[in-house]
């Protein structure tokens, strides 16, 4: 029997590989990266980091100062992800731009 969700679940979702690129610049904390995450409520950032330190993806370290401090990194497979994905990423980025364009044209068509 196939795992729940699998690994469409986690490079298919809306905001996994977001989360998975932010971190490849290093640990970042909580708050940080719900900044640099336009349109992620906090709900959904915990959401997503928790299945990604479920999935071996990210590590979440807490400090015990006050207040505590807790900070998420990729762990090796999440860098190796990361690194696999990253053709994808630069692709989307690149042409972004056209398939705007292509998503207004297709939405201007007469219904059929």
């Not at 071996?56 to 990729?74: A, D, F």
């Not at 762990?75 to 292509?102: C, F, H, K, Q, V």
């Amino acid at each position: 029997m196939a795992a729940r969700g699998g690994c469409k679940a986690v490079v298919a979702d809306k905001w996994s590989m977001r989360v998975v690129s932010d971190l490849g610049a290093g640990p970042r904390r909580f708050t940080d990266l719900k900044r640099g995450l336009e349109g992620i409520s906090q709900r959904m950032l915990t959401v997503t980091l928790r299945s990604l330190e479920r999935d071996g993806i990210v590590t979440r370290t807490v400090l015990q100062v006050m207040p505590p401090n807790v900070t998420y990194e990729l762990t090796p497979m999440g860098t190796a992800m990361l690194e696999a994905a990253t053709p994808l990423l630069r692709w989307s980025t690149d042409y972004l731009p056209r398939i705007t364009e292509a998503r207004a044209d297709y939405d201007a068509r007469p219904g059929d």
